[in-house]
């Protein structure tokens, strides 16, 4: 007497039933490590994104950026800064860039307007820096090739700068004084905005505020008027995709070299690169939280194995009397190999129906978002009936090799 599946699942179901509590305490292994599976994959998801954005407001994975080295001794000589010749030099070795943009910043520029003045970091740029940093006026206009060849008196303001400066005055045309120089406002950018998870830091909630408080001018203007005899100490730079991104910035390591006599004074890092090293950091933390969940899912299957081990022994005359009346022994193993795989499944539908309600609760502890998706559910699903699979194999086999006749004895 061939039994059928659908059999198999409801004397499985009528089992787990029956057993309630040993059925509790067989699943809660499967359930503790699907939960911690899932929460472990939703926290590595969250940062994922969170890093995702943060770069897309900063300009995106296609930025290349030349700073200064920390880790060179500029006691070996060499000076961390761009004359216009070597910028040239660069500009005409990288054709590929889409955008290229040196800059000089000021740190103690003093903004006047009337009775007011509003201290803030003023940057010299060229007009690439709306494309390279994805940042464009949200009143006005940006800093034109026609001001940079006739080094204007022209500044465009962060929206906090403005705000604080004008308040609810339209800013545009505006004189405003820069260390001695008239300077007419020409526009103004849009906000820059990303929320700091993890609590408000020096900027508050939001974490690019510091950007909002910028002004930028001609770099000829800053070069001439602003800072006489400054030089360039950051170089920005824009390929036309990610990819492009690394392959630039392998190309701008030897080419920065060789203008500086081989010395490494500035470091040539690259958006994509930072994201790439990211996600290897982040793939290290799951991995040692998904090692504990598996040790969990571990010693889950281990308890399964052995409560089925027990339940077969209790079984013993059930089964040999089914043996007895035509069930063939490949019947008798499916029906608790099925009946294991159910166990555990529940166990994974439980740990994903806790992991869910306890997804908001641990991203407001860490202070971070939390982002689930079907991938999620289908691993967790995919791992707690690969669990019942792998341990349900001996209890299933022993129940299907027993002899009928010394089954049919057992008491």
């Keep these: 007497m061939a039994i059928s599946v659908l059999e198999s699942l409801r004397v499985g179901l009528a089992d787990i039933a029956m057993r309630k509590v040993r059925s509790i305490v067989t699943i809660l292994g499967i359930v503790l490590g699907v939960m911690c599976i ?31 080295n920390w880790q060179y001794d500029f006691k070996k000589g060499g000076e961390a800064k761009l004359n216009l010749a070597e910028l040239r030099t660069i500009k005409s070795l990288i054709p590929e860039a889409r955008a290229f943009n040196p800059n000089i910043s000021s740190w103690d520029a003093r903004l006047r307007y009337r009775d007011k003045e509003y201290s803030a970091q003023c940057f010299g740029v060229y007009p690439d820096m709306q494309i390279v940093d994805n940042w464009f006026p949200d009143k006005g206009r940006f800093i034109s090739d026609i001001d940079l060849r006739e080094s204007s008196n022209v500044i465009v303001l962060g929206s906090s700068v403005a705000k604080e400066i004008f308040g609810n005055q339209n800013p545009l045309g505006k004189k405003v004084f820069l260390k001695n120089q008239v300077m007419e406002v020409i526009g103004v950018l849009s906000e820059k905005y990303w929320e700091q998870h993890g609590g408000g830091g020096m900027w508050g909630r939001n974490a690019l505020e510091y950007m909002n408080q910028r002004s930028f001018i001609p770099l000829s203007t800053m070069m001439t008027k602003i800072s006489p005899g400054s030089k360039v100490d950051q170089l920005e730079i824009l390929a036309y995709s990610p990819e492009e991104a690394l392959a630039l910035q392998k190309k701008l390591r030897p080419i920065m070299l060789h203008i500086k006599d081989g010395k490494e004074v500035f470091r040539v890092s ?34 399964i194995m052995n409560i089925m081990l027990a339940s077969i022994k209790e079984r013993t005359r059930e089964i040999g009397v089914r043996l007895a009346i035509g069930a063939r022994r490949w019947d008798i193993f499916m029906q608790f190999m099925v009946q294991t795989v159910l166990i555990t499944s529940l166990g994974g539908v439980f740990g994903l129906v806790f992991g869910y309600l306890i997804l908001d609760m641990v991203g407001k502890y860490l202070q971070m978002p939390m982002t689930a998706n079907n991938n999620m559910i289908f691993s967790a699903l995919g791992v707690s009936v690969g669990i019942g699979l792998i341990f349900g194999i001996a209890p299933a086999a022993r129940a299907g090799n027993l002899d009928p006749v010394v089954a049919l004895r057992e008491e």
Excluded: P
């Design 38 to 68: 899932m929460v472990v994959l939703a926290i590595l998801a969250g940062m994922n994104k969170s890093t995702m954005s943060w770069m897309e407001e900063r300009g995106g994975l296609s930025k290349v950026e030349i700073g200064f």
């Design 270 to 303: 690259s958006a994509q690169e930072d994201m790439l090293e990211m996600q290897k950091n982040a793939q290290i933390f799951s991995a040692i939280f998904i090692m504990i969940a598996a040790i969990s899912l571990l010693v889950g299957g281990i308890v």
